[in-house]
């Protein structure tokens, strides 16, 4: 005859029997408690204790990856105009350069929500040429101004948030 193993109570309702723990700290925890995380079932002490580490961004933060960010990305249109097929090889790295500015200007600080402000306002910054151009009726100036939008977005979301490709 096998044992039973001895029963395990959640450690925040001690009422509640549980077979699940916390896969970092160990607590045992009832389906109530646990979170899941991209590795696994959490307590809300651990989920708390991670997003502090990982979200260092202030409130000035946003406003200021967003001003920033903007203005650049309006210029990066400017210059990415003049280039035609060579937007393709150049929008990425205009997208590297103005996620490092950011970077500087955030002093490092970081978030997701900081990172998503900041592709919303590099993709605000293309809309003012976007529209010219709109107005010019430039079919071709179209497609390359909505290729360096993309393309140097992209590159800068992914320099900022730290997954880099390739
Ligand atoms: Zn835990
Ligand atoms: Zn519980």
């Known amino acids: 005859m096998t044992e039973a193993p001895p029963k395990m109570f959640c450690a925040n ?5 549980t077979t699940l723990r916390c896969n970092r700290c160990e607590k045992p925890i009832c389906a109530k408690c646990a979170i899941l995380t991209p590795t696994g079932y959490r307590c809300r002490e651990c989920v708390r204790g991670q997003q502090k580490i990982f979200e ?3 409130w000035v ?4 990856i967003f001003i920033v960010v903007a203005i650049l990305a309006y210029l990066g249109s400017l210059l990415a105009l003049r280039l035609g097929f060579f937007i393709i090889l150049l929008a990425p790295i205009a997208g590297g350069l103005i996620a ?3 970077r500087i200007v955030t002093r490092r600080r970081r978030s997701k929500r900081l990172y998503l402000v900041a592709a ?3 993709l605000i910054g293309c809309i003012p040429l976007g529209l010219q151009i709109i107005l010019n009726f430039s079919l071709l ?9 993309l393309l140097m977005t992209s590159a800068m979301y992914t320099r900022l948030s730290g997954i880099r490709i390739g």
């Open 13 to 17: 309702h001690p009422n509640i029997e």
């Open 100 to 102: 490092e500015v950011a």
């Open 141 to 149: 100036g179209l497609i390359w101004h909505a290729l360096y939008a």
């Open 120 to 122: 919303i306002a590099a």
């Open 56 to 58: 260092t961004a202030v």
């Open 61 to 64: 933060d946003y406003p200021l």
